[in-house]
């Protein structure tokens, strides 16, 4: 069994989408689970029961309309244990570069 991990504080990353558009992704740190802010105060448990295909090749999860594309991109970082977090994102498309290790990277330190 992985070890659990958990954030000490938001993360934000910056970067460009898959298209070259600018796009913000956040983890903010909660008691536990993984929940998505689908805006204002309402939060929506993340469970494969969100997950459909973005594009052939792409997951994303979907609630009442709000789409956040590229989720295994994001949701590896579940599988190897971070726990208690909240994630938002400024489009339905975050920030991609092609490879998880970005948001590794960003949130590792923390």
């Given at each position: 069994?992985?070890?659990?991990?958990?954030?000490?504080?938001?993360?934000?990353?910056?970067?460009?989408?898959?298209?070259?558009r600018?796009?913000?992704?956040?983890?903010?740190p909660?008691?536990?689970?993984?929940?998505?802010?689908?805006?204002?105060?309402s939060l929506?448990?993340i469970s494969?029961?969100?997950?459909?295909?973005?594009?052939?090749?792409?997951?994303?999860?979907e609630?009442?309309?709000?789409?956040?594309?590229?989720f295994?991109?994001?949701?590896?970082?579940?599988v190897?244990g971070?726990?208690?977090?909240?994630?938002?994102?400024?489009?339905?498309w975050?920030?991609?570069?092609?490879?998880?290790?970005?948001?590794?990277?960003?949130?590792?330190?923390?």
């Open positions: 069994m992985l070890k659990r991990f958990v954030l000490t504080k938001p993360i934000t990353i910056n970067g460009p989408n898959l298209f070259g600018h796009t913000r992704l956040t983890f903010t909660t008691a536990t689970g993984w929940w998505l802010d689908v805006g204002g105060e929506v448990p494969r029961a969100l997950l459909r295909f973005c594009t052939p090749r792409h997951l994303a999860i609630h009442n309309g709000m789409r956040l594309c590229i295994e991109h994001i949701g590896f970082l579940r190897v971070l726990d208690g977090v909240i994630v938002k994102c400024s489009s339905p975050p920030p991609y570069d092609g490879r998880a290790k970005q948001l590794w990277e960003a949130i590792a330190p923390y």
